[in-house]
């Protein structure tokens, strides 16, 4: 996966989206205010509130850890809700482990 | 390390310089043309050759790589030679497993 791997390295390449990959590791505690079930994903507007960024400079992090794999989404009703992607993060680590 | 991390991952999004860290692992094996002994380090030539890339190129990679903490460069006469800062790139992988 060369071509995953720049990807990867390029989303990971930015303090905020690393930031938001920790947030994601653990919702309960850092998402507590949101109404709708964690399992589902954390909800975009939470994250831009934690970020204290505008939505669309959030969305735009999003998208590219969306892209790079880093992370899934799902859509419901209007809400779009985010979780880690622990099998690409994991492999990520290996790759990069293997190919430094 | 908030700031050497970004820097760190920053230089690693090129695949030709992930290459060159990889060529520096087995100097022995990746610049067997050497006249030079390998223990003082690679060549700037010797890379700019196996890269097939123009001298000012290579030369731009091995500064970020340098500037980035992951290799070291020593100066003998008009030759500067280059290695793997081993502690730096396993201090990466440690934090970016954690932080990840």
Chains 1, 2 share one sequence.
């Not at 390295?9 to 109404?35: M, S, V």
């Amino acid at each position: 996966m060369p071509d995953e791997l720049d990807e990867i390295i390029k989303a990971l390449a930015h303090p905020l989206r690393r930031e938001i990959l920790q947030w994601l590791k653990e919702p309960e505690r850092n998402f507590p205010d949101q109404e709708h079930p964690l399992s589902i994903g954390v909800c975009a507007g939470q994250i831009d509130q934690r970020a204290g960024f505008s939505q669309s400079t959030v969305s735009a992090h999003l998208a590219t850890l969306q892209r790079a794999g880093l992370v899934t989404s799902r859509k419901v009703g209007q809400w779009h809700f985010f979780k880690r992607n622990e099998d690409t993060i994991q492999t990520f680590l290996q790759r990069l482990q293997q190919e430094l």
